[in-house]
């Protein structure tokens, strides 16, 4: 079964955390240009949002590991749930151990640039600390959360006037989204499906994704999963086609998104 | 059994119904495309046939009418030829013209020669009667606009030929020269059920939308 064309391809849409196979998209590209833009600038808080599974946490993975040589900026990838933990995360990422970020900040050469993830998981109490922190001029946040929740931080007027940009992330286009299959199956050198999987197969999964990137990954992991499947159980399904469009419905079935 | 072949089972349970409903749509689509087809080919041989004329609600009398009228020159015509085989034919049918009018008085070479003319076809349809003959003196009536004697003459080679579409037209044609529209639209009908005849229809809607004068 290793040998499967469909295994590199399957792997290819594991929903993983991979900043150096990062796939550029002209959507994408401008945030990720926009972020490096704004990193040297004297802001408070910039606001990355977005529908879930758009992009947010793999764009700031990639804005990370682009910025790797330098130890300005440091992330919270996974959300703390009170404000001693929030604490205790932030001053072991940027001091190496537990210390109250507010009395340790003379120790900060120069700005901290902290980037926080999934911050419509934080509660007021944390976020009201990261209004604070911003204050002192020695922290920089980069704050991401969902598009709902970002109006209702925008509404709270003392932490508004704190934004100093929104950075709204959009799903990409349907042509978009066929390079992002291509460029994903290139890049786990699944070549042959690459050149199988034609235009209107992407526009057909988009259709039931609409191209939300973490619900498309999981179909296309779906649909090489079952074609992996069928390939060893009954080739003859395959009708020797790489990519034979019932299998997307079958996809679609499995996931839901058809009701049969 | 593995979940893919339980999906495999259900995609083909999906894509049955996918074409049933296809084929059901078409199907729907078919129909409603073929219905209205016939609804607008019922609705423009309804106007043709059933667009009611000023006092105009029984169709059924006018036909009756109509028979009255193709049976009286028969009978006029068979009765006369009788006279005319023992007396002058040409005196019995003076009997039956109209006074020339005055308009082709005042032409007298032209109408003395048409009239000499129509007597002649009179003598030679009286001798062996066909009905291009007498539609031929009808042409001439018509031409005069003699319509009251177009009309009687049309009548006579419908007599001979119930299925001569000229002698139904010209027929028709002179009766709503004269005035009488109503008259002309029910022979017009009935001949349009009997033969439907293109010019019957078309002469039917010219009369009824005033075009023919």
Redesign the interface.
Known sequence: MSDSIYKNAKDAFIDKVEPERFVRLDSNVVKLEKLHSIIDTPFKIVLISGEPGIGKTMLLHRFLYELSDTNSVVALFQPAFSLEEFKKKISTKIFGHHVDPMEAMNRIDGTKTIIVDEAQLYSIEILEYIRILADTQKYKFILSLHQNTNEEIMAKKHFQTRIAHTIELKPPNQKEFHIYVQKKLFSYNAIEIAQAFTPKMSNKIYNFTHGNLRNSNKFLYTLFD?LH??EE?SPT?LKNKIVDE?FI??SA??LGY?N? | MHEYDRLYQRWKRYRFKKILKTILFLLILCLVVVGLLFAYRFKTHENITTKKLPKTNNIILPQKEFEKHLKAPSYKYRSKRKKSIKKKPIRTHRAIQQPVPKTIIQKPLIIKNDQVDINELKRLFFKAPTPSKALIIARRYYQQKRYKESALWALKANELDKSNKESWLLFAKSLAKQGKKREAINVLRIYYKKSGSKDARILIQDIINGVFR
Request: hydrophobic share 60%; charged share 25%.
């Open positions: 079952i499947y069928f159980k399904l019932k419905e079958m079935i499995h058809i049969a």
